[in-house]
């Protein structure tokens, strides 16, 4: 790859530049010779210089230093991560405690922190991975039964130093800046592993950052050049527009600069060689394989690479795995000129490349989910639509920059036949936002319902950007709603719109113009259908049938996976909670009006909580537990949180080496053996040509 600025020369390899006493003695460290928690320290607190460098900067305490700090991707604003004075510290006596608060902390319990900050904020930075395996602690008892490894996702960076040559009063000097990802959705992730032996009590926990090829481009490009559009949500890439068209238009190539942070998940289908591997997925239309024992990197892979006919830039985070049929489903998103094809497919042990199941004609939108049943393939598109006629999403801008919601505009229900294999209905509703579907089933007179962590409008996605939940004064973060949508007698709009193609089939285009062809009788029956057109009023409506407070990050029992079903746990507020941050863990009922319940902790905000049932079916559908990973604020540091999911009473908790930052992303339980996992992973092998 050719770069186009000079700006984005590469930077061969690195020094560190580390100061031993503060007479200004140096000693020159190479990447080999440090640790990842010495990286980080080192990068928190020092000057990071190219090695071919000759100038070595005073970090003393000098106000004649022409040293300074700028963020590359908002010159004129500090980083949302900390402000500007703090980027760069001028002595190794004030290096940046967050990065070693935790070090010293002791096993069983988190000491408290001097600090007088105890808000989630100390949360959001780059994290210290535990590369090692380490047995943790537990307080109180996990379940026998629970055995097997719990994966999750959190952000394992949100910002990068890196050098950049200025000319200062016509001399040549060096500063360090800062590439910040903009948004809670955008960084460089994390991959958590912990193992469970409920039988002796004992939890092993590690983690690591896969992505560190997407880490050093970053450094060179002194920003970020994703392959693929809107694979950021809301971060400023600090790259020209020309850089960015070349970036977002090649046509093949390896996707290694896609972090892959959004969802982890064990797919079965994948691994019908014996391979034992994990996957995380993204916004893009990539997979990284992980394998389960050591959390080395397998391979990262498009889509397309698995069937060509599973074309497409973005994809679904949430790919959904139905149990009776042993299928893997998911999307892609083709786009086109006025219209997107979101094209479904399926995978299954026996079909390891699978099959293109129906591809539906729809606008392009951010879509984060869908919903599957036993019988058909739910997609649901929210009018958060390309602005400006497109360009800024073409040309590689983030989601939130390049989109707009349209309130006047509905949000349209279309609905898949997975036995005929194509679309087969439309329905539409008022305008609404959302990123998660809770769960969707059907019932005996042919009607659907779907149930959302839904929200009026697009505002959430903007809150949660870096710099909101960085603003004090941002206002709380908009509460989701549990909506419920019901799509009546499906069949039968299947039957009129399939009557009436066929009916129009041999009909000329003046007829057509006409209207001649507007109402079709069906079965020879009485009854007239409206056939809907486009830009009809004629398309179905979903109708909403409940509205409660809800939960994000919603979860079920797997169990009832496109069943009708009786619970939902997720993150959500306490009823006296400022709402800055998600800080308890909810129950909900969603048949009546049951009141909630709730975990909560003082100074205590949850990731997702994770259903885990028990290996025996039990009728009790709240028979499991939920396992979650808790920041402490006031404590300042993480713990594992295990709870009864039937009373969210505490059953057990572990607390961590290190803190682990939130997140807002999906991770799963894989049940089963232990006995291989935990192995220590090789150090990373050097870059390969085919990942340039």
């Given at each position: ?5 000079a700006?984005l ?7 560190f530049?580390?100061q031993?006493?503060?007479s200004c003695t140096?000693?020159i460290?190479?990447m080999?010779?440090v640790s ?8 928190d607190?020092?000057i990071v210089v190219?090695a ?5 900067i005073?970090t003393e305490d ?7 700090t700028?963020t ?6 500090p980083s949302?991560i ?6 760069v510290?001028t ?6 405690s967050?990065?070693s608060?935790?070090t010293?902390?002791?096993e069983?319990?988190i000491s408290?922190?001097n600090?007088v ?8 930075k780059?994290a210290?991975s535990?590369e090692?395996p380490?047995?943790?602690?537990v307080q109180?008892?996990i ?16 910002e ?6 200025v000319?200062?009063?016509?001399d ?6 800062s590439?910040?990802f903009g948004?809670w ?5 994390q ?7 409920g039988s002796?009590?004992?939890?092993m926990?590690?983690s690591?950052k896969?992505a ?6 970053i450094?060179?490009?002194?920003g970020?050049l ?5 694979s950021?949500?809301q971060?400023?890439?600090n790259?020209?527009v ?9 046509s093949?190539?390896?996707?290694s600069?896609?972090?892959?942070g959004?969802?982890?998940e064990v ?7 014996g391979r034992r591997?994990i996957?995380?997925?993204n916004?893009?239309n990539?997979?990284l394989?992980?394998n ?6 397998c391979?990262?892979?498009?889509w ?12 679904s ?7 009776v049929t ?5 999307f892609t998103?083709?786009h086109?000129?006025?219209?997107t094809?979101y ?7 026996k ?6 199941i129906?591809s539906?004609n729809?606008k392009?939108?951010?879509v984060h ?8 393939i ?9 602005s400006d006629?497109?360009?800024k ?16 505009e ?6 898949i036949?997975r036995?005929?294999?194509r ?5 539409k509703?008022?305008a609404?936002f959302?990123?998660h579907?809770?769960?969707?089933f059907?019932d005996?007179a042919?009607?659907v ?7 009026a409008?697009d505002?959430?996605?903007h ?5 909101a939940?960085?603003?004090?004064s941002s206002p709380a973060?908009i509460?989701p709603?549990l909506c ?12 009129r719109l399939e009557?009436?193609n066929a009916?129009t089939?041999?009909?000329g285009p ?7 062809m507007?109402?079709v ?6 009854i ?5 057109e486009?830009n009809?009023g004629d ?9 409660t407070p ?6 079920i029992n ?24 998600y800080d308890c863990?909810m129950k909900l ?13 003082k100074?205590?905000?949850?990731s997702e909580?994770?259903?885990v049932?028990?290996p025996v079916?039990?009728q009790?559908?709240?028979a499991g ?5 808790v ?5 300042n540091?993480s713990?594992?949180?295990?709870l009864d999911a039937?009373?969210?009473?505490e059953k057990a908790?572990?607390v961590?080496p290190e803190?682990?930052?939130l997140?807002?992303?999906n ?6 053996d232990?006995s291989?996992g935990?192995q ?5 092998a050097a870059?390969?040509?085919d990942?340039e």
């Amino acid at each position: 790859m050719f770069l186009i600025e000079a700006t984005l020369s590469t930077l061969p390899s690195y020094t560190f530049f580390h100061q031993l006493t503060h007479s200004c003695t140096y000693q020159i460290l190479t990447m080999e010779e440090v640790s990842e928690v010495e990286v980080i320290q080192m990068e928190d607190s020092q000057i990071v210089v190219p090695a071919s460098s000759t100038t070595l900067i005073d970090t003393e305490d000098n106000t004649n230093a022409p040293v300074a700090t700028t963020t590359a991707n908002n010159q004129d604003e500090p980083s949302p991560i900390r402000d500007s004075a703090q980027l760069v510290s001028t002595n190794t006596s004030t290096a940046s405690s967050d990065s070693s608060a935790s070090t010293n902390t002791p096993e069983a319990t988190i000491s408290r922190s001097n600090d007088v900050d105890i808000t989630f904020r100390k949360a959001l930075k780059n994290a210290i991975s535990t590369e090692i395996p380490k047995r943790l602690t537990v307080q109180g008892t996990i379940p026998e039964w629970l055995t097997g490894f719990h994966y999750t996702l959190s952000p394992g960076i949100f910002e990068i130093k890196y050098p950049k040559m200025v000319v200062v009063n016509g001399d040549l000097q060096q500063e360090t800046r800062s590439f910040s990802f903009g948004h809670w959705f955008d960084n460089i992730p994390q991959v958590n592993q912990f193992a469970f032996s409920g039988s002796d009590n004992t939890i092993m926990y590690r983690s690591t950052k896969p992505a560190h090829r997407a880490e050093m481009k970053i450094r060179e490009h002194q920003g970020y050049l994703p392959n693929q559009p809107s694979s950021l949500f809301q971060t400023g890439t600090n790259q020209s527009v020309f850089a960015r068209l070349l970036s977002t238009n090649q046509s093949q190539g390896k996707p290694s600069l896609e972090p892959c942070g959004a969802s982890i998940e064990v797919f079965p289908p994948f691994n019908a060689d014996g391979r034992r591997t994990i996957y995380c997925q993204n916004f893009a239309n990539h997979v990284l394989e992980l394998n389960t024992d050591n959390l080395e990197k397998c391979g990262i892979l498009a889509w397309d690479e698995v069937n060509p006919q599973f074309k497409g830039s973005q994809a679904s985070p949430h790919s959904h795995f139905d149990p009776v049929t042993k299928e893997l489903i998911n999307f892609t998103m083709e786009h086109g000129f006025h219209n997107t094809q979101y094209h479904f497919f399926s995978i299954t042990e026996k079909e390891p490349h699978g099959t293109l199941i129906a591809s539906v004609n729809a606008k392009l939108s951010h879509v984060h989910s869908f919903a599957v049943t036993p019988r058909y393939i739910i997609l649901v598109v929210s009018p958060l639509n390309p602005s400006d006629g497109g360009v800024k999403y073409s040309w590689g801008a983030s989601i939130l920059d390049a989109f707009s919601f349209k309130r006047t505009e509905p949000t349209y229900f279309y609905i898949i036949s997975r036995v005929k294999r194509r679309h087969i209905a439309t329905f539409k509703s008022e305008a609404f936002f959302f990123l998660h579907h809770v769960n969707a089933f059907e019932d005996e007179a042919d009607n659907v319902y779907l149930d959302f962590s839904m929200y009026a409008d697009d505002a959430i996605a903007h809150q949660l950007s870096l710099s909101a939940l960085f603003n004090p004064s941002s206002p709380a973060l908009i509460r989701p709603e549990l909506c419920r949508f019901e799509l009546a007698n499906v069949q039968a709009e299947a039957q009129r719109l399939e009557d009436y193609n066929a009916a129009t089939a041999n009909t000329g285009p003046v007829d057509k113009l006409r209207g001649f062809m507007r109402r079709v009788s069906i079965g020879g029956a009485n009854i007239n259908y409206a056939v809907p057109e486009k830009n009809s009023g004629d398309i179905p409506l979903a109708t909403r049938i409940r509205s409660t407070p809800g939960v994000e990050l919603p979860r079920i029992n797997p169990i009832y996976h496109g069943l009708d079903y009786k619970y939902t746990w997720g993150i959500g507020f306490k009823e006296q909670s400022d709402g800055d941050m998600y800080d308890c863990i909810m129950k909900l009922h969603v048949k009546g009006d049951a009141e909630p319940l709730v975990w909560s902790q003082k100074n205590c905000f949850p990731s997702e909580a994770v259903f885990v049932p028990p290996p025996v079916f039990d009728q009790n559908e709240d028979a499991g537990v939920l396992v979650s990973v808790v920041y402490d604020a006031e404590a300042n540091g993480s713990f594992l949180l295990i709870l009864d999911a039937k009373d969210l009473v505490e059953k057990a908790r572990a607390v961590l080496p290190e803190i682990v930052p939130l997140s807002f992303t999906n991770g799963c339980f894989a049940p089963g053996d232990i006995s291989r996992g935990m192995q220590e992973a090789s150090p990373p092998a050097a870059i390969s040509d085919d990942e340039e």
